[in-house]
C-alpha cells in the first residue's frame, strides 16, 4: 500500500452571507388632540343620523335627526375642531368660497356644516362638500359617494357634447344615465341645463352636468331630494368680470354706487371646476 497516497483537498465554504437590510425603524404613532372616546362617541351619533334619514315616520325622523345634531354639536368642540379646521380649503378635506368673500368662515360656520355632512353620510375628507354662502354644499364627489352606499345599486353614467347657449352664459348637455337596482335595469337620455362661468372649459361643464345627474339618480332611487342648485349661484361676481348675461350679474352689489357711497373693494374670485370650488 502506498502511504503517499495524496489525500483529496477538503473544500471549504467560505461563502459569505449577506448583510441584513438596514430595517427602517418603526414609525411612531400620530398623537392626535382628540380622545378615542370621543371619537366613538362622534361616529355613534352620526350612524344614528345616518340611520334617521331613513326612517319613515316624518316625527320620529325629526326628533332622532335633532338629537343627534345636538350631541354632535356638544362633541364638536373648539378643541375637537381644531384639526378639522386645518383642512378647510384643501381638496383633501374641504372647500369654501370664502376667499371671495374677504373673511374667513369661523368655527361655528363649519361646525354646522361638518353636522349636516355627518348627518348626510358624506366624509369631511375627499371635497365630498363644499360651503357656499356660510351653507352646506354636496358636491359631485358627496353624491358619487351616497350612490355608492345604496345597496343592490350600480350605475353608468355618460355625458353628451354640451350644447352652448349663444351667449356663452349656459349650456344643456344631455346625460344617458344607466343603473341596475335590486336587479331591474333602467336607462334614460335627460338633458341638464349648465351654468357657465368665465373661463370654464368642457371639462367644467361636463362635471356639473354629472353632478346633476347624480343628483337626479339618487332621488329616483330614493326618493330623497338632493338641490341640484349651482355651487356658483351664491358667489359674487367681482367688478373684473365683464357681463354679459343677467344670470351673471351680483344682485348684494351694484354696478354703480350711489352717490357718497364707496365702493366695496373687488375681491379675488374663486374658480369653479366640475360644480365645485377650486382654490
Same mark, same amino acid.
Given at each position: ?5 495524496? $489525500?483529496? *483537498?477538503?473544500?471549504? !465554504?467560505?461563502?459569505t ?17 382628540? =380622545? ?7 361616529? $355613534?351619533?352620526?350612524?344614528?343620523g345616518?340611520l ?10 325629526m ?45 361655528d360656520?363649519?361646525? !354646522?356644516?361638518?353636522?349636516?355632512? *355627518? +348627518? !348626510?353620510?358624506? =366624509? ?11 351653507r352646506? /354644499? ?17 350605475k353608468? %353614467? ?6 352652448i ?15 341596475? /337596482? !335590486? ?10 341645463a +349648465? ?16 353632478? $346633476?345627474?347624480?343628483?337626479?339618480? /339618487?332621488?329616483? +332611487? ?18 373684473k %368680470? ?9 344682485a ?6 350711489a ?8 375681491? =379675488?374670485?374663486?374658480?369653479? %371646476? ?6
Amino acid at each position: 500500500m502506498n502511504e503517499n497516497t495524496t $489525500k483529496p *483537498a477538503t473544500t471549504t !465554504n467560505t461563502t459569505t452571507k449577506a448583510a441584513p437590510a438596514n430595517v427602517p425603524a418603526p414609525v411612531p404613532e400620530m398623537k392626535i388632540a382628540v =380622545s378615542e372616546n370621543v371619537i366613538s362617541a362622534l361616529d $355613534k351619533a352620526t350612524e344614528q343620523g345616518i340611520l334617521a334619514q331613513a326612517m319613515t315616520s316624518q316625527f320620529k325622523k325629526m326628533f332622532c335627526l335633532g338629537a343627534c345634531m345636538a350631541e354632535l354639536k356638544d362633541l364638536l368642540t373648539p378643541q375637537v375642531m381644531g384639526p378639522i379646521m386645518a383642512l378647510k380649503n384643501s381638496a383633501i378635506g374641504f372647500m369654501t368660497d370664502e376667499k371671495t368673500r374677504g373673511y374667513d368662515y369661523d368655527v361655528d360656520v363649519v361646525r !354646522n356644516a361638518i353636522i349636516e355632512a *355627518a +348627518v !348626510n353620510g358624506v =366624509s369631511v375628507c375627499g371635497n365630498e362638500f363644499n360651503i357656499i354662502s356660510g351653507r352646506f /354644499y354636496l358636491t359631485k364627489n358627496g353624491l358619487k359617494h351616497k350612490l355608492r352606499d345604496i345597496y343592490g345599486l350600480s350605475k353608468n %353614467v355618460t355625458p353628451g357634447l354640451p350644447q352652448i347657449s349663444k351667449d356663452g352664459s349656459g349650456a344643456a348637455v344631455v346625460m344617458h344615465i344607466e343603473w341596475t /337596482y !335590486n336587479g331591474k335595469t333602467q336607462a334614460k337620455d335627460i338633458p341638464f341645463a +349648465v351654468r357657465i362661468n368665465k373661463g370654464m372649459g368642457v371639462d367644467g361643464i361636463l362635471g356639473k352636468a354629472t353632478r $346633476k345627474a347624480y343628483a337626479w339618480l /339618487y332621488e329616483e +332611487v330614493t326618493g330623497n331630494n338632493v338641490s341640484e342648485g349651482d355651487a356658483t349661484d351664491d358667489v359674487p361676481i367681482t367688478a373684473k %368680470v365683464t357681463v354679459e348675461s343677467p344670470l351673471e350679474k351680483d344682485a348684494e352689489q351694484p354696478k354703480h354706487p350711489a352717490p357718497g357711497t364707496n365702493a366695496a373693494p373687488a375681491q =379675488s374670485a374663486a374658480a369653479f %371646476v366640475d360644480g365645485e370650488l377650486d382654490m
